[in-house]
């Protein structure tokens, strides 16, 4: 099941298989789709994903499943990405060889549940993401403004409203 919704970021799909989230479609990305029905697993997962973007959740409780033809290295690589704690960052060279893992980063299924945003260059930049480095950015802000330890790219309100004017 193909879902749509707004949220904070702009519009965000869900695709869904036997209640288990495979795909999250980012704002650059998002195709047309029915939002979801009231009270279903993709409604539960959407709720999920806005608490995150509004800084109320560290942790999803979201069943996933990889795409079948995910290989060994790649889950591996995964696997670390999922393990970046909330609030901080890992360089692409420290979760494995710096080009697979920057692969695996741009075509990760699942961003922000898998956070691949998290990753970032060896340089104080915050490097490329799918769904554009503004969204790079305020993702790791919203988690440095929401944990003990701070971030690289502290990110200013007005530069965020300017590139998020929704944001309430």
């Known amino acids: 099941m193909l879902v749509r919704l707004q949220t904070i970021i702009g519009p965000l799909c869900l695709e869904t298989d036997s209640g288990k989230l495979i795909r999250v479609y980012l ?4 195709p047309e789709a029915p939002p ?11 709720t999920q994903i806005n608490e995150y973007l509004l800084g109320q959740r ?14 060994p290295s790649q889950q591996r690589i995964l696997q670390h990405l999922a393990a970046i704690p909330y ?8 979760l494995g ?14 961003p ?18 799918r769904g554009g480095t503004e969204l790079k950015r305020f993702l790791l802000q919203i988690e440095a ?18 590139m998020f004017p929704h944001i309430p």
């Open 27 to 30: 704002p650059t990305e998002a």
């Open 36 to 46: 979801p029905p009231h009270n279903s697993p993709e409604e539960a997962f959407f």
């Open 58 to 71: 560290r942790h999803f409780d979201i069943p996933v499943q990889l795409p079948a033809r995910t290989t």
């Open 87 to 94: 609030g901080s960052t890992a360089t692409y060279g420290s």
């Open 97 to 110: 060889p710096a080009r697979a893992v920057g692969q695996v980063c741009a075509t990760n299924p699942l």
């Open 112 to 129: 922000l549940i898998i956070p691949c945003h998290r990753v970032v260059p060896v340089r104080n930049a915050p490097g490329q993401y």
């Open 145 to 162: 403004a929401n944990h003990s330890s701070s971030l690289f790219f502290p990110l200013g309100e007005s530069a965020m409203r300017e």
